[in-house]
């Protein structure tokens, strides 16, 4: 995006065809210079279409150098019924320099009755500080293991998300949804549920809903610290 808002490097990642099929291999490096501001995100939901023999997979690595940010802030993947995902991302900080990830999907295409119908679902995060790893974070969700939607797994829901926010130039944001959160009833089965969880120099927020709208608009208003960083709000011409 050359016109991008506010002085930041603004980067819409896209893929011919409009998702992904078996086979399909996507590798993406970013390197966030001294002093920078970057958004990555997609021009819409990551649709990942049923494999009929191998799976498809994409992969990210960032490297954040000092006093840069860097906010992550994709679409969710969608996987269709027979449909072979696997993620991973990695990002690399520096001590002095600020990330804010957001990693989700949804249970499939409800409209056509597909309520994770998918054949698997891996997914691997992590963020280190100076090569030390701060988070580490996989998940996969396989018919193998038992039933995905079974009432000790993914249950009632409809959308998962990882949030996580890291770096010193956000640490005041990050104590502040941390009190957000402790402040908060305990949650129970309902539309949302969220919890956070600190870490070294951040926090982790994963937020469960009926709705994907829900569960987005929700990291939305966690997340509106952005905006003056940034000098736009990316979620304005979405959800």
Same mark, same amino acid.
């Given at each position: 995006?050359?016109?991008?808002?506010?002085?930041?490097?603004?980067?819409?990642?896209?893929?011919?065809?409009?998702?992904?099929?078996?086979?399909?291999? @996507?590798?993406?490096?970013?390197?966030?210079?001294?002093?920078?501001?970057?958004?990555?995100?997609?021009?819409?939901?990551?649709?990942?279409?049923?494999?009929?023999?191998?799976?498809?997979?994409?992969?990210?690595?960032?490297?954040?150098?000092?006093?840069?940010?860097?906010?992550?802030?994709?679409?969710?993947?969608?996987?269709?019924?027979?449909?072979?995902?696997?993620?991973?991302?990695?990002?690399?900080?520096?001590?002095?320099?600020?990330?804010?990830?957001?990693?989700?999907?949804?249970?499939? +295409?409800?409209?056509?009755?597909?309520?994770?119908?998918?054949?698997?679902?891996?997914? +691997?995060?992590?963020?280190?500080?100076?090569?030390?790893?701060?988070?580490?974070?996989?998940?996969?969700?396989?018919?193998?293991?038992?039933?995905?939607?079974?009432?000790?797994?993914?249950?009632? @829901?409809?959308?998962?998300?990882?949030?996580?926010?890291?770096?010193?130039?956000?640490?005041?944001?990050?104590?502040? @949804?941390?009190?957000?959160?402790?402040?908060?009833?305990?949650?129970?089965?309902?539309?949302?549920?969220?919890?956070?969880?600190?870490?070294?120099?951040?926090?982790?927020?994963?937020?469960?809903?009926?709705?994907?709208?829900?569960?987005?608009?929700?990291?939305?208003?966690?997340?509106?610290? @952005?905006?003056?960083?940034?000098?736009?709000?990316?979620?304005? +011409?979405?959800?």
């Amino acid at each position: 995006a050359p016109r991008s808002p506010g002085g930041s490097a603004w980067i819409v990642a896209g893929t011919y065809g409009g998702g992904l099929v078996g086979g399909d291999s @996507i590798r993406l490096n970013l390197n966030a210079g001294p002093g920078t501001r970057c958004v990555l995100s997609t021009q819409a939901s990551t649709k990942v279409y049923r494999a009929t023999e191998a799976g498809c997979r994409q992969e990210l690595n960032a490297t954040v150098e000092a006093g840069a940010i860097v906010i992550y802030a994709p679409d969710p993947v969608v996987c269709f019924k027979d449909a072979d995902f696997t993620q991973r991302q990695r990002f690399l900080l520096v001590s002095d320099a600020s990330l804010v990830f957001v990693d989700w999907m949804t249970s499939g +295409r409800w409209a056509c009755g597909e309520w994770w119908a998918f054949t698997r679902y891996r997914s +691997r995060n992590e963020i280190f500080v100076d090569d030390r790893c701060v988070f580490r974070d996989t998940l996969v969700l396989d018919p193998a293991d038992g039933a995905i939607d079974g009432p000790m797994r993914m249950g009632w @829901i409809n959308c998962f998300a990882t949030v996580a926010i890291v770096g010193g130039l956000l640490e005041e944001n990050i104590q502040q @949804i941390l009190r957000f959160v402790t402040d908060q009833p305990a949650p129970i089965r309902g539309s949302l549920v969220f919890s956070a969880s600190a870490i070294e120099n951040g926090l982790v927020l994963r937020v469960a809903g009926l709705a994907c709208e829900t569960v987005g608009a929700w990291i939305r208003q966690r997340l509106g610290f @952005i905006v003056p960083l940034i000098g736009h709000d990316p979620w304005v +011409r979405k959800w």
